[in-house]
């Protein structure tokens, strides 16, 4: 097959320039970023990580995602460091359940207008410990109907803030169906944890779930991601087959006790995963 003296100079040059790529460590474009609800907006800078989860507060009258001087504060480090707040975790259910405490409907209101004014798209609505809707890997049904209640009423502010009650539980793919359906709202989805649900086969309920994900936390208990590599390879390639673009948080441990190094290390595994 012939070809042109240009022809060859355009295919030489492009050989070259993808040589450079992979001689530099250049990745593919991909939709997934990484962020961190173990470090501050300066630490996950260090880290290479692109933002951060946030507490919205422990349990009082007001959290602190509803003080606006908070607010000012985490706006100033998101403009110095670059980074954003990617969702705020109300991690303060597992020990005041969104069942059953009178506060918990008024937390979530505080939580999306503070989710709004940060640019934040999800919050982590917690039911673990105390706020689990499981016993003896039962439903808590009369829990169950409270939380559909609650969800359903906060519903609408969140799709009107443009963000997403993004559930994260113990619970089956087939009960988180149950509880979304019963919702029958957009804008509430599940926070789907990897490590809190490894008994149940996480390739297969992510590919059940689908576009029902509205974000990922990535943990491997006291380990770094990449020491159980194969599990992770399936994990990823159940969250390419969904088609799944957002953020994967990292609430990994630090074995070296070196969190920035630490979250570096497995911040870089998930880019290599998706690369």
Request: proline share 4%; charged share 25%; net charge neutral.
């Amino acid at each position: 097959m012939k070809c042109s003296r240009r022809q060859f100079l355009a295919s030489a040059s492009a050989i070259s320039v993808a040589s450079l790529g992979r001689a530099v460590g250049v990745k593919a474009a991909s939709s997934i970023r990484v962020g961190t609800c173990t470090l501050g907006l300066r630490q996950a800078r260090e880290a290479g990580l692109d933002g951060v989860e946030i507490r919205a507060g422990n349990p009082s009258d007001t959290l602190d995602i509803a003080d606006p001087a908070r607010r000012a504060s985490w706006k100033a480090e998101m403009q110095e460091t670059g980074l954003v707040i990617c969702s705020i975790m109300m991690g303060l259910l597992n020990q005041c359940p969104l069942a059953t405490d009178p506060r918990a409907p008024a937390w979530l209101e505080q939580t999306i207008d503070g989710a709004r004014d940060l640019g934040a798209k999800n919050i982590l609505v917690a039911f673990f410990g105390k706020g689990s809707l499981l016993e003896n890997g039962k439903l808590k049904e009369d829990d169950f109907r409270s939380v559909v209640d609650r969800l359903k009423d906060a519903a609408p502010r969140a799709a009107d803030a443009g963000v997403i009650l993004a559930v994260e539980n113990t619970l089956t793919a087939e009960q988180n169906e149950r509880l979304l359906d019963a919702v029958g709202h957009p804008a509430v989805r599940i926070y789907y944890d990897v490590y809190n649900t490894r008994s149940y086969g996480v390739p297969g309920e992510l590919r059940r779930l689908k576009d029902r994900i509205s974000q990922l936390h990535f943990k491997n208990g006291p380990k770094y991601l990449d020491e159980d590599a194969p599990i992770f390879e399936e994990i990823a390639a159940a969250v390419r087959d969904i088609g799944y673009s957002g953020w994967i948080v990292l609430e990994t441990s630090s074995p070296s006790k070196d969190g920035v190094a630490d979250a570096r290390r497995n911040g870089h595994y998930v880019r290599k995963l998706f690369a």
